[in-house]
């Protein structure tokens, strides 16, 4: 592409717009004010209203006029545009284009860093408020062609890097001019993410939950600066609350963590704009309930190359899948009235823009509003009433199409942007196709051009023998590479030439490097070819039904409540009654109605004979369904932090458990600090969102841990820095901490009782360990070894406060009489030993010891693998310890029920309950017992009836989706090579984001 200034390819008239105060010392300094009218063209002046016909006056970087009446002056510059199509240039409100990034500094050292190196700013270097991208600006004129030739004639850029990345500026992509000219605000906006910045290796935050809750501190610190509070100054706080009154963009990304950073908005009062991903169809309800605008990529999934059978099979289907249903995204957006924007953004080359939203178009995604989201819907996101649109007064900023955008065959030919003319391929080209007589090296040839006007090729033959030829042709230039007579040897003619009124003509090397000259004249005009359109029957574009979650074994629409009556059942009711024979239970309302024999028929009849009927299984200590990390280990303390953020509703973990009989179960933080973050405790509602997975009446948990992860014992030495790397220097951790608290709390009461001055700082951590103080919240610890139960025992008691249970405790019969007597229970394994030094002392009869003095025992799994079999790990305390077949199953059931404090609404099957409940074919303690049915809330989520259905459903549409990438592959669709996916679980240990590679997700 090449630009044309009006100077050059009118003659007469200059729109260049530098500035008129800027002396001039390379010539003469001249002004020309002409006009230029573009006429006879279909324009597009909004998304829905078009002009046939229209005339665009120009002058300098405004539109005078426009219409189809509209008076040319005598003295304006006429472009004949008849049969274009002519659309307001596109806008891009999320690039990086132009941003100069700064680089990080080296660092020496292998081991974590936990302080900011920076100083004067705020304390977490992740955080880049101060960034401004207008003052980090690189005009790259190669990115700004490619842009220009999609469409795009403005665009805001940033610096996509840390949780607070600055702000963006809005400026076009015209080369002719300087940014004084190109910029039309220099600060926008204001951007955050979720992501850390690549410039700093502070270690916290190191996950998701731990960039929510530091965004969320950061705003309570921003206020409380604003108000007065800090004593010294921070650049960071002070640019941030400058720029509050921006466009906030958040970056978020996946369709869970829309709903996620809407959250954060809601909670802050902020309404972000949000960049999606691509997938917000499969949580539609959700994102639509969010009324955030969006601004939308639309960078589809190559289809996947499965010709290979064995390759295929890596391919799981909720990809295929996706691959199928990504191009209906925006038709389903559409569809719901979300209102977003178009964005380049995650596109590898901005070429396929073009190509996507044409396809995107075809599976009905309506054209209006395909143009409004590239054009006046970003406008009107930016304040930005001068551009989106095609009117008297506003920039000259639109593109000159050959006909329909969304057809495949037209093109952009030029785009005009502030009144520049950048011209991407000439509107009336001139046709040389035909056949020539070519003659170089006195040697004559016959030249046959043939092709489209847009996409010519070249035929060089003599006496019957064709030489390869490729041929390129930019008016007036042309050129040619023609193999050589040699049909063995690589050698070429290089020819090269121009157009002109009797033919063609320039010069060629041949092969041996001699320059000669050539020439060709026309024998014979183009013949008219009449291509015979294959009539060829379009098939109707099939989109693969949504379903809750959008993957293998997910719902075909999210389960309801029903009105379920189990027929002669054993019950084993976890309460006084005990184990009732040939027992009816009716549930009604999601709650347990009716307990009793021969119950009149009502609702849906299940014929329970012969099978055991119990309540769900409650795992205390689990770490499935979390996203994105399950430690945030960056600091000795993470209070701050909740599961309740990142609740992972898509874990297919959910199904295993409730295919294992497991209804509820408390998401815990790991153990990579003395105080961890805030626990989440679920239904295991498959297929709904997290936020109707969470149970709100549940009493508030939090995860402390104590032994060999906390001191980072088996870190490696170059992580070992972090303090407290003793155990006395956990107690000291807590005692520093509750200490802190009591002052945090002293200090609000002081403020509280008089409300005068400036309030304190308001701290996430230390408010929740005041709910801990002030038994609002309750402490779950991650604990192995006698010593170390016995000193936090001992803070406990010091600083008023109990603990709710010691979770793991493998050594919990040393101590169950002191925990009797505080009146904390024990989460433990059924016998798991000897897999890391603390671990030696345990034994598999810990659980019915501490169980014998007293204590309220569960057994938990703290792994994906084994809360999916909680019954069989109940059932191993029979063997070792003797206790009765009701504590055993009390053990998953009602005892962690006790422990979560839930136990007035789950962990029995009694009237007025939840109904929670599993049907079992045997006696559940068996190794022969499989959960038959598993009812959640009176809602059925699994059902083994339905289990060889699903199976069946889901290798029919693996089949039919292989077929479709089969047909994709045979069409010369870009095709990417099949990768196998694992997911692993998280354990109390895990670092990082990432979960350990170590069971293979089910790849149907």
Known sequence: MRIFKLLIVLLTVNLSFS?????????VKQTFKNVVAVTNATVYTSSNVKIEKATILIKEDKILEIGALVSIPKEATIIDATGKTIYPSFIDLYTEFGIQKPQAKPRNSRAPQYDSERNGYYWNDHIRADFNAFENLSYDEKIAKDLRETGFGTVLSFNNDGIVAGTGLLWTLNDGETNGNRILNKKISQHLTFKRSSLSSQAYPSSLMGSMALIRQFYHDAKWYAAGGSKSKDASLEVFNQNKNLLQIFNAGDKLNILRADKIGDELGINYIIKGSGNEFERI??????????????????????????????????????????????????????????????????????????????????????????????????????????????????????????????????????????????????????????TFDNTKYDLAIEGEISKLDAKISQDKLEFGTKMTYNEPWISMVVKSKDSVASKFIRISGLKSETGLSGKAILENGKEVSWSAIKKTAPAEVKKEEKKEEKKAPVFYPVTFPNMAFGNASKPKQETILFKNATVWTGEKEGNLKETDVLIENGKIIKIGKNLPQKGKV??????????????????????????????????????????????????????????????????????????????????????EMLVPSAPKY??????????????????????????????????????RALAYQKEWDSYNAKKSGIAPRFDIELETLSQILNKKRFITCHSYVQSEINMLLKVAEKYNFKIQTFTHILEGYKVADKMAKHGV??????????????????????????????????????????????????????????????????????????????????????????????LWSDNPL???????????????????????????????ERNEL????????????????????????????????????????YNN
């Open 702 to 739: 939090i995860k402390f841990a104590l032994g060999e992860n906390v001191k980072q014992s088996n870190w490696g030495d170059v992580e070992r820095l972090r303090f407290p790397q003793s155990r006395m220097g956990v107690e000291q951790v807590y005692e520093d901490y509750f200490s």
């Open 19 to 27: 500035q008129d105060y800027f002396p001039k010392n390379d010539g």
């Open 962 to 1001: 292989i077929n479709l990438l089969l047909d994709a592959k045979n069409k010369g669709l870009k095709t990417q090579e099949p990768k196998k996916k694992s997911s692993g679980h998280y354990h109390c240990d895990t670092l990082g984001e990432k979960c350990r590679e170590f069971h293979a997700k």
């Open 285 to 438: 309800e959700e994102v639509k309930k969010t009324n955030a605008t969006l601004i939308m990529p639309i960078n589809f999934p190559e289809a996947y190359d499965v010709s290979d059978s064995f390759l295929a099979e890596q391919v799981v289907l909720a990809d295929m899948r996706f691959w199928n249903q990504a191009p209906f995204n925006l038709k389903v957006l559409s569809e719901n009235n979300i209102n977003f924007a178009l964005t380049t953004a995650d596109l590898k080359n901005s070429k396929d823009f073009l190509t996507n939203l044409r396809k995107a178009v075809e599976l009905g995604f309506p054209k209006e509003k395909a143009i409004a989201a590239l054009t006046e819907i970003p406008a009107k996101i930016a304040n930005q009433s001068n551009i989106g649109s095609l009117k008297k007064g506003n920039l000259a900023n639109f593109i000159i199409v050959s006909g329909d955008i969304f057809d495949a065959k037209n093109t952009i030919q030029e785009n005009w942007i502030q009144g520049n003319r950048f011209v991407i391929e000439k509107m009336q080209p001139s046709d040389i196709r035909g056949k020539y007589d070519l």
């Open 606 to 691: 299940i014929d329970a004979t012969g099978k055991h009927l119990t309540a769900g299984i409650i795992d205390e200590h689990s770490h499935i369904a979390i996203s994105n990390g399950v430690n945030e280990g960056g600091q000795n303390s993470s209070a701050e932090v909740t599961i309740e953020d990142v609740v992972n509703s898509e874990d297919i973990n959910i199904y295993r458990n409730l295919a294992g009989g497991v209804t509820a179960a408390n998401l815990l933080h790991g153990s990579a600090n003395p105080i961890g973050g805030r626990a989440a405790f679920i239904k295991l509602k498959w297929g709904y969102n997290p936020e």
């Open 825 to 918: 229970g024990g989460s433990t394994f059924a016998d798991w030993w000897g897999y890391k030094y603390e671990v030696n002392d345990a034994i598999p009869y810990n659980a019915a010891l501490m169980n014998n003095v007293g204590v309220t025992v569960s057994i938990n799994s703290d792994d994906a693998e084994m809360s999916r079999r909680l019954n069989h790990e109940a059932a191993k305390t029979l063997k070792y310890g003797g206790v009765t077949e009701e504590q055993a199953w009390n053990f998953v059931t009602l005892n962690p029920a006790k422990l979560l404090q839930v136990d007035d609404k789950v962990g029995s099957i009694k009237v007025g309950k939840d109904a929670d409940v599993v």
């Open 926 to 956: 068996t190794i022969y017992a499989k959960a038959e049915k598993t009812v959640v809330d009176g809602i059925l989520f699994f059902d083994i009836e339905q289990e060889n259905a699903k199976n069946e459903l889901v290798q029919k």
